[in-house]
């Protein structure tokens, strides 16, 4: 069965460093998306990304982030500046062409990105 | 914007038996979808149950069902027989279904212990 796959699982970095977090979205979705956990707290949405650009950000999602899709295959998110705050799990999700009636409106989750910074 | 509301942040049941953990949720919209995901230890998420909005019947999925009350805007999750792979944290989710690719919009969560 395709999956959402995301590297690295874990990743140790030091307060002002730059991030790159890595996605391989399910290969004939459509829209991929960027959610943040902090532990203990519920899943945020951060942004989503349609047809090469940026569909929907929220609040969270600021200067200091970016997504891109360097390959065709790939989706990645860019935190220039880490801060403490951004110590989270970062889940990467895509979803089926035609999103909307079902069946195509499950959004597939990739297994998280453990971000700590230091 | 829409919102999701779990009230019980933990909730406790015993194996075999049966547990329904809460959601309300706040829109304005007459389309969308909501779902139950499951999130174990390893903090995956896996999707639970969904619902369309659309729809009159709840949802089943094996031992998982879902009550849902759309003029209440409330949508609770039934996990019956409940088994020791249960115990995870559990989100309520919502999206509209009104714009395509829109986001998930989840709840606070419900932290479900199951005992032997």
């Known amino acids: 069965e395709p999956e959402v796959t995301q590297t690295p699982s874990h990743q140790v970095t030091q307060m002002g460093q730059e991030v790159i977090l890595r996605c391989v979205p399910i290969?004939?979705?459509?829209?991929f998306y960027w959610y943040r956990q902090i532990l203990g707290q519920k899943v945020e949405f951060l942004v989503s990304?349609?047809?090469?650009?940026?569909?929907?950000k929220s609040e969270i999602f600021d200067d200091q982030f970016s997504v891109e899709r360097p390959d065709g295959s790939n989706f990645t998110l860019k935190i220039r500046s880490t801060k403490l705050e951004d110590s989270a799990m970062y889940f990467c999700?895509?979803?089926?062409?035609?999103?909307?009636?079902?069946?195509?409106?499950?959004?597939?989750f990739g297994p998280g990105t453990r971000l700590t910074v230091l | 914007a829409q919102t999701v509301t779990q009230s019980q942040p933990e909730m406790s049941v015993q194996e075999a038996e049966t547990v329904t953990l809460s959601c309300t949720y706040d829109?304005?919209?007459?389309?969308?979808?909501l779902f139950w995901y499951k999130q174990p230890p390893s903090r995956q998420m896996i999707l639970v149950i969904r619902?369309?909005?659309?729809?009159?019947q709840n949802a089943t999925e094996n031992r998982f069902s879902v009550n849902f009350q759309k003029a209440a805007k409330s949508f609770s999750l039934k996990i019956s027989d409940s088994q020791l792979g249960d115990a995870a944290m559990y989100f309520c989710a919502y999206r509209s279904g009104e714009t395509s690719g829109s986001r998930l919009t989840f709840g606070e969560g419900t932290q479900l212990t199951v005992n032997p």
């Open positions: 990304f349609y047809n090469n650009e940026i569909s929907e």
């Open positions: 290969s004939n979705h459509l829209y």
């Open positions: 829109t304005s919209e007459s389309d969308y979808y």
């Open positions: 619902q369309e909005a659309y729809k009159q």
């Open positions: 999700a895509s979803i089926t062409p035609g999103a909307g009636r079902p069946p195509y409106n499950e959004q597939f």
